[in-house]
Antibody, heavy 123, light 108 residues
Framework: QVTLRESGPALVKPTQTLTLTCTFS??????????VSWIRQPPGKAPEWLARIDWDDEKYFTTSLKTRLAVSKDTSKNQVVLTMTNVDPVDTATYYC???????????????WGQGVLVTVSS | EIVLTQSPATLSLSPGERATLSCRASQLVTVDYLAWYQQRPGQAPRLLIHGATSRATGIPDRFSGSGSGTDFTLTISRVEPEDVGIYYCQQYGGSPLFSFGPGTKVDI
């Protein structure tokens, strides 16, 4: 059974660094074709993909936020960590982590999602 | 940058009616890389369709996907009350690597 769960602060002050952790089970990020992405969704808006880390440690970021994002994995703990620097109130959103199993499906989509964590950026 | 546009913005239906949701891309999208998601109120998105036409595991067969090139469609053959939510299309391969459409809200 595949599960993902996000954890992190509910409230962050502007200019601070946000650190979110995705803890997953039911699959391994050492398996070829596996990746975990971070996706956020501001209240009332569509999801926005932020970053992806692959089984071979390749990393990809959305262009508009590339300078503020970092992603890493700890395969021994089954965790993926996202950091976002210099946060602003416009970064207020629910942040999700989600799995892609490219070799399993042959497609790039998100077949399992965490329940999300709402992060509010406010002073 | 590939921009996805969805129509209509809102769809109001009665149980048993057919729902047709459209997703149009600003550039060609590889069929393998077009997906549809359902987001029920207060929940995370759920994968419905991948590769434009393949139902994800556990998705009822009243959901079907079609299309190619720049025009894709999600059809719900007979809507049920539990189908209330927002439906998003998503593409892979452009810039940004993944993008979502603005969504179609389905009311029943």
């Amino acid at each position: 059974q595949v599960t993902l769960r996000e954890s992190g602060p509910a409230l962050v002050k502007p200019t601070q660094t946000l650190t979110l952790t995705c803890t997953f089970s039911g699959f391994s990020l050492t398996t070829d074709g596996m990746s975990v992405s971070w996706i956020r969704q501001p209240p009332g808006k569509a999801p926005e993909w932020l970053a992806r880390i692959d089984w071979d440690d390749e990393k990809y970021f959305t262009t508009s936020l590339k300078t503020r994002l970092a992603v890493s994995k700890d395969t021994s703990k089954n965790q993926v960590v996202l950091t976002m620097t210099n946060v602003d109130p416009v970064d207020t959103a629910t942040y999700y982590c989600a799995r892609t199993d490219y070799y399993g499906s042959g497609t790039y989509d998100f077949d399992y999602w965490g329940q999300g964590v709402l992060v509010t950026v406010s002073s | 940058e590939i921009v996805l546009t969805q129509s209509p913005a809102t769809l109001s239906l009665s149980p048993g009616e057919r729902a047709t949701l459209s997703c149009r891309a600003s550039q060609l999208v590889t069929v393998d890389y077009l997906a549809w998601y359902q987001q029920r109120p207060g929940q995370a998105p759920r994968l419905l369709i991948h590769g434009a036409t393949s139902r994800a595991t556990g998705i009822p067969d009243r959901f079907s996907g079609s299309g190619s090139g720049t025009d894709f469609t999600l059809t719900i053959s007979r809507v049920e009350p539990e189908d209330v939510g927002i439906y998003y299309c998503q593409q892979y391969g452009g810039s940004p690597l993944f993008s979502f459409g603005p969504g179609t809200k389905v009311d029943i």
